[in-house]
């Protein structure tokens, strides 16, 4: 079974651009979270969905959405990108909401300039 | 708010036992999780305690009190390929679901 697939693998954007990054969760999974991992550190909750709703908010600004569609992919959206922004964006998918047990996806690195 | 501290760097030799501590603090505790983080890979789950106790699986075992908000990874028989960062991770209910992870220790292990 393939696992959870990201893309792109690597993204570079300036400042104040938009970017959107794509996660596609294992099969059967129906609950997506994004993380931001900067190097060195451990990964930031961004979100969590289940069944097409947000169900978990990490402390990031309101330039970072998020959505899930009926077949359980994700998507993240960054605006207003800033160079702090760059970093590692992992997904991880899940049974449930509740599941303790998270896949992760290899990762977009994104780069700001 | 949520804070969980592990320690930065662990040394040890391989086929030794090392056990890499973690502490936290959170409103909402759910559950105590552990993964594994080789350089440039994805974290990968290794064990979850929800209750009080050890668990085992394997060469990892992890434990968790409640009352002490502590818990702890041990790594038995150590092998090269253990070299890695590992990472401690509440489950919040508070707000929502959340996963906060700590900031990492990472092991290195030596011949």
């Known amino acids: 079974d393939a696992g959870v697939t990201q893309s792109p693998t690597h993204l570079i954007k300036t400042r104040g651009q938009q970017v959107t990054l794509r996660c596609s969760p294992i099969?059967?999974?129906?609950?997506v979270s994004w993380y931001q991992q900067v190097l060195g550190q451990g990964p930031q909750f961004i979100f969590q969905?289940?069944?097409?709703?947000?169900?978990g908010r990490g402390n990031f600004p309101d330039r970072f959405s998020a959505r899930q569609f009926p077949n359980y992919s994700s998507e993240l959206n960054v605006n207003a990108l800033l160079l702090g922004d760059s970093a590692l964006y992992l997904c991880a998918s899940s049974l449930g909401a509740d599941s303790y047990e998270q896949y992760f996806g290899p990762g977009t690195r994104l780069t700001v300039t | 708010g949520q804070s969980l501290e592990q320690p930065s760097e662990v040394t040890a030799v391989e086929g030794a036992i090392v056990q890499i501590n973690c502490t936290y603090q959170t409103s909402g505790f759910y559950g105590l999780s552990w993964y594994q983080q080789h350089d440039g890979g994805a974290p990968t789950f290794l064990s979850y305690n929800g209750l009080d106790g050890l668990e085992e699986t394997g060469r990892f075992s992890s434990f968790l009190s409640r009352s002490d908000s502590y818990g702890y990874l041990l790594l038995q028989e150590l092998q090269m390929k253990d070299s890695a960062s590992y990472f401690c991770a509440v489950r919040d209910l508070t707000g929502g679901f959340k996963t906060i992870f700590g900031a990492g220790t990472r092991l290195f292990v030596k011949a």
């Open positions: 969905y289940y069944e097409k709703e947000e169900r």
């Open positions: 099969s059967g999974h129906k609950s």
